[in-house]
């Protein structure tokens, strides 16, 4: 039986959810709660900038464990769909309860961050292995992108809403109900993912639910096996790897580097990332155009060689103009790095393997969440935010070396280089 269509409203739902999830990582992650957690649940005591890397790390070494795991159990039991939608709901409401964290309570807000980015986490991969099946390889980087880009929309949405909580006020109230706004956002609108999005897969014949596991232990050994034979694959993952752990590194600490270093207000710091979620969309979408028609590689170089710049500036510089230019150049590059990087793991993914793929792809993408923050993190206790800051453009150029190094077979590179 031939697979049904993919309208446009699949593709829309499909998008939907990286407006959805955008709203954690830039209201709770980067933006708001990051700089809530060093000044008022650590009350700006020493080791605030380690206690944050160390709970986004833990997270993430918890879904290192889980996560290729439930992406083989997702396409055996071709349940990937409610995994997304438990991963959706647990992340609003464990964001939500944020509001309750303050002064002293450093336990529930580890336990509450832990949970949320856990689930943020899960279902960003869970959303991601639908993509080889609302896509072509001629399509798929524009499709990518639009994702990215819808997402930054959703990012600079909740911002707004974020900042109307803020502005005028010095009081914590009004930044805590801005975590209540942002389960709310996130819950509301992955509504139309749920909706619209189709689960295409079927469950496999003859596996129960209770002998899922086990068929999923087997297609994660057998998946590792093909994931080194598929050479440019492979090596995609060692270079992809190491960018994303200097752009988590950047994720955590832009906006305590904003505030610490260069003196940004909380409102200023909103607006300062107000304006990143506008290039970053632009980003996505302009250099998923290019990806389709000059290829994944020399996107990802140009990306690549714009965070070297990006990351070093941004510890160089010395003034709030300064940081505001490289702020808006890492919004560029920023949408455009993402939006590549997933179209190559689904150009380059075998059918039907998708949740296996990219749960792999989601398990080096959280390594790189644990490296990066833990590294800038005890960088800044070690020798100063400054210092790690312009230290973190080392991960992106042994990236882009890796990248550069990389040989694609004809096919590999024939597929991720198509154009209409």
């Known amino acids: 039986m031939s697979p049904s269509p993919v309208r446009r409203r699949e593709i829309f739902g499909w998008a939907c959810y990286d407006f959805a999830n955008s709203s954690f990582t830039t209201v709770i992650i980067t933006v708001v709660y990051s700089i809530y957690f060093v000044e008022v649940v650590n009350g ?17 070494l918890l879904v290192i464990a889980v996560s290729p795991w439930l992406g083989a159990v997702g396409d055996v039991t071709a349940r990937k769909k409610t995994f997304l939608a438990v991963s959706a709901w647990t992340c609003s409401l464990a964001t939500a309860a944020l509001f309750w964290t303050g002064p002293e309570t450093i336990a529930l807000a580890f336990a509450l961050v832990l949970v949320a980015n856990i689930a943020f986490s899960l279902g960003e991969n869970f959303c991601a292995s639908f993509l080889p099946e609302i896509s072509t390889p001629q399509n798929a980087g524009r499709i990518s992108s639009y994702g990215w880009g819808f997402g930054y929309c959703g ?33 509301l609108a992955s509504l139309p993912t749920l909706l619209l999005l189709r689960e295409r897969a079927e469950p496999q014949p003859g596996v129960s639910a209770a002998g899922a596991a086990a068929a999923a232990w087997g297609k994660l050994v057998e998946t590792f096996h093909e994931i080194r034979q598929h050479r440019t694959l492979a090596w995609f993952f060692v270079a992809f790897f190491f960018y994303i752990t200097g752009l988590s590194a950047v994720f955590a600490f832009a ?30 979408l302009g250099f998923g155009w290019l990806q389709d028609r000059l290829g994944a590689r020399p996107v990802l ?8 710049a990006v990351s070093f500036f941004a510890g160089w510089c010395t003034e709030k103009t300064s940081f505001w ?15 590549a990087s997933r179209a190559v793991v689904s150009i380059l993914t075998p059918p039907g393997r998708s949740g296996e793929y990219f749960g792999f792809w989601g398990l080096f993408g959280k390594l790189a969440a644990v490296a990066g923050p833990l590294a800038l993190g005890h960088g800044a206790e070690l020798w100063t935010l400054r210092t790690a800051t312009m230290a973190n453009t080392v991960f992106f150029v042994i990236g882009l070396g890796v990248l550069l190094a990389m040989r694609w077979d004809k096919s590999e590179k024939s597929a991720a280089s198509c154009s209409h």
């Open 255 to 284: 906006a305590i580097v904003a505030r610490d270093l260069y003196g940004f207000t909380q409102e200023e710091v909103i607006f300062l990332f107000a304006a990143l979620q506008i290039t970053s969309a632009l980003g996505a």
């Open 301 to 308: 170089v140009a990306s690549l060689l714009g965070w070297v």
């Open 325 to 339: 230019i490289v702020g808006a150049c890492a919004g560029l590059v920023m949408g455009s790095t993402q939006s």
């Open 44 to 60: 700006g005591k020493p080791g605030g900038y380690s206690l944050w890397s160390l709970i986004l790390a833990v997270s993430q």
């Open 155 to 187: 990012g600079l949405l909740s911002l707004v809403l974020a900042l109307y909580l803020i502005k005028g006020t010095s009081l914590a109230e009004p930044v805590r109900w801005s975590f209540v706004m942002t389960g709310v956002f996130f819950f």
